[in-house]
């Protein structure tokens, strides 16, 4: 599972106009024919941008632990999806384009390193909070994964709720199964309080799902209640401020870990099983 790592953004740090035609050259994807050399050199030169190469240089002035945990991730999809491809990393800096920290292609496997600098580095700064704790270095990794598991989890058909909190159970699934020493609040992008918090709390939140007959309700506005990045979750109660966001994803994780646990059934069989189906052989019982 040997792969090419570019280090991209060290690349673009160091060109002048001189070297820019070569660095062109090598990777034509990442300049657009449109922009004439004068644009990039502008950049090459913007303070701001000079000032994103020289952060990301301090906090990743050698990539060789993450390259690491890029050679296992890879080598675990592999194992369980033999037509698993291993891509060229890139790592690139992209104005702080948190919406898209992770991008894939067919070939590569793009990674904005200055999206991951620390949640208290400066130029996070008016960025809400929710989003900022996930910008740190060890979220790089758990977000790689779920870039790959969204291309084996295919998207539901139906609209209920329950669909889409099987949907977001099976990608964190294989994140258990590609990641196996990654915390699970790493995985699911929880704080350890707020893992604390899902867990203590399962037993009611999913009280709450069936008492007000969320479970086979199709109404969109669910999702963004209770499977978005969010301050909270929204159950329109006093206990909101206290919860996570995303509590329908973590509901949805521990279903399809009892699925697992009371049925032979292979991965890829699981993947392929639509949701009601995984919800009655679950026989899902919260923890108390």
């Known amino acids: ?4 790592l ?11 106009s001189e070297s820019l035609p070569r660095l062109k050259s090598e ?16 950049k090459i030169n913007d303070t701001i941008q000079q000032e994103l190469n020289t952060a990301v240089a301090e906090a990743y002035p050698d990539f060789t632990a993450e390259e690491d945990a890029l050679h296992s991730l890879f ?20 104005d702080v384009d948190y919406k898209n920290k992770v991008l894939l292609s067919q070939d590569y496997l793009f990674i904005a390193l200055d999206t991951y600098l620390g949640k208290d580095h400066p130029f996070y700064i008016g960025i809400q909070e929710f989003l900022k704790k996930n910008f740190e270095k060890n979220q790089i990794i758990p977000d790689v994964a779920a870039e790959y598991a969204k291309q084996y989890v295919s998207r ?33 992008g929880y704080t350890p309080e707020e893992l604390d ?14 008492e007000r007959e969320l479970i086979f309700n199709s109404d969109s506005q669910l999702q963004s209640r209770f499977l978005y990045p ?31 646990d009371k049925n032979e059934v292979s991965l890829r ?10 919800f009655n052989k679950a026989n899902y019982k919260p923890k108390k």
């Not at 990777?27 to 502008?42: G, T």
């Not at 069989?269 to 995984?278: C, Q, R, V």
């Open 1 to 4: 599972m040997d792969f090419d």
């Open 156 to 188: 539901p058909e139906s609209k209920t709720f329950l669909a889409q909190l099987i949907y977001y159970g099976k990608i964190l699934y294989l994140k258990d199964t590609w990641l196996p020493t990654t915390p699970d609040n790493e995985k699911i």
């Open 197 to 210: 918090w899902v867990k203590d709390n399962e037993e009611q939140i999913w009280r709450y799902f069936v």
């Open 75 to 94: 080598q675990h999809i592999k194992y369980y999806f033999p037509k698993f491809e291993r891509p060229t990393v890139i790592t690139i800096t992209s």
């Open 269 to 278: 069989e699981m993947l392929d099983t639509d949701s009601e189906t995984i």
């Open 6 to 16: 570019v280090r991209f953004d060290e690349k673009f740090a160091n060109t002048t």
């Open 27 to 42: 990777y034509p994807f990442l300049f657009p024919a449109q922009f004439p050399d004068s644009v990039w050199m502008e």
């Open 230 to 260: 969010a301050p909270f979750s929204k159950f329109n109660l006093e206990l909101d401020n206290e919860s996570p966001a995303m509590v329908g994803q973590y509901v949805g994780w521990q279903i399809i870990r009892q699925y697992m």
